[in-house]
């Protein structure tokens, strides 16, 4: 009797994504904005996690005791919170866990704070005004045992690096960001913090953090005053 035709093998089955397999839990979320604690959950979410493995902390004292209730696979942590500054929390996750992967993710971009931030154990920091597809890509990387650095951050670095007059937590109070730039042009036209985030897209919060940084950078205490700095230097049309 012929053999009808070969029964074709079984097909393999497709090995499961690396998120299936790979996304460590629980995930610490430090952040006290509304709309960027939105933002980390959806982009946690496409990446497979559901909503019992991330714990969401506002404050430090809140982060504390999600802390000492549970250990953590990966924490997100912010550095201006409304009861203080993250990086004392950051060197009490990286005592506590050595191991762990720390990304701070900040509207902060001066080299003081993002030097101490690194020292105190964060494994990467990116700015928050990047899109989701930049933070996806920070955070992919934290997943998959990377230590991404924003790019604005590392170029600061690597100037740090090769100018042996500059010491670490200096500050250069004649360079701005492009973003911290784009806002002062907004307040020398008169806008307030909120017409200023309204019309950026951005959070209010987000705002205020990037006009002290403008302070610092020009050593003044003043929207006026920061203006007049930044003309002075050539900053300002």
């Given at each position: 009797?012929?053999?009808?035709?070969?029964?074709?093998?079984?097909?393999p089955q497709a090995a499961p994504e690396w998120r299936?397999?790979?996304?460590?839990?629980?995930?610490?979320?430090?952040?006290?904005?509304?709309?960027?604690?939105?933002?980390?959950?959806?982009?946690?979410?496409?990446?497979?996690?559901?909503?019992?493995?991330?714990?969401?902390?506002?404050?430090?004292?809140?982060?504390?005791?999600?802390?000492?209730?549970?250990?953590?696979?990966?924490?997100?942590?912010?550095?201006?919170?409304?009861?203080?500054?993250?990086?004392?929390?950051?060197?009490?996750?990286?005592?506590?866990?050595?191991?762990?992967?720390?990304?701070?993710?900040?509207?902060?971009?001066?080299?003081?704070?993002?030097?101490t931030a690194l020292r105190a154990g964060a494994t990467?920091?990116?700015?928050?005004?990047?899109?989701?597809?930049?933070?996806?890509?920070?955070?992919?990387?934290?997943?998959?045992?990377?230590?991404?650095?924003?790019?604005?951050?590392?170029?600061?670095?690597?100037?740090?690096?090769?100018?042996?007059?500059?010491?670490?937590?200096?500050?250069?109070?004649?360079?701005?960001?492009?973003?911290?730039g784009e806002i002062l042009q907004l307040v020398a036209?008169?806008?307030?913090?909120?017409?200023?985030?309204?019309?950026?897209?951005?959070?209010?919060?987000?705002?205020?953090?990037?006009?002290?940084?403008?302070?610092?950078?020009?050593?003044?205490?003043?929207?006026?005053?920061?203006?007049?700095?930044?003309?002075?230097?050539?900053?300002?049309?």
């Amino acid at each position: 009797m012929p053999l009808g035709p070969a029964a074709a093998p079984p097909r393999p089955q497709a090995a499961p994504e690396w998120r299936e397999a790979l996304l460590p839990a629980p995930v610490l979320v430090v952040e006290d904005e509304p709309l960027m604690q939105r933002r980390i959950h959806t982009l946690l979410t496409q990446f497979g996690y559901e909503a019992d493995a991330l714990v969401f902390a506002g404050t430090i004292a809140q982060a504390q005791a999600c802390i000492a209730a549970q250990p953590h696979a990966l924490a997100l942590v912010d550095i201006e919170l409304p009861d203080g500054n993250g990086v004392s929390l950051i060197e009490q996750l990286r005592a506590d866990d050595p191991a762990l992967s720390i990304l701070v993710i900040s509207a902060w971009s001066t080299e003081d704070v993002i030097l101490t931030a690194l020292r105190a154990g964060a494994t990467g920091y990116v700015l928050k005004e990047r899109d989701d597809i930049e933070l996806s890509l920070a955070i992919r990387s934290v997943l998959r045992g990377g230590a991404p650095i924003d790019p604005f951050i590392a170029s600061r670095i690597l100037e740090l690096l090769h100018s042996p007059a500059t010491t670490p937590g200096h500050v250069d109070a004649d360079v701005l960001s492009r973003r911290e730039g784009e806002i002062l042009q907004l307040v020398a036209q008169g806008l307030t913090n909120r017409e200023i985030a309204e019309q950026l897209f951005l959070s209010k919060h987000t705002v205020e953090c990037h006009i002290k940084h403008i302070y610092q950078k020009l050593a003044v205490s003043s929207r006026t005053k920061a203006v007049f700095a930044a003309r002075s230097r050539g900053l300002l049309a």
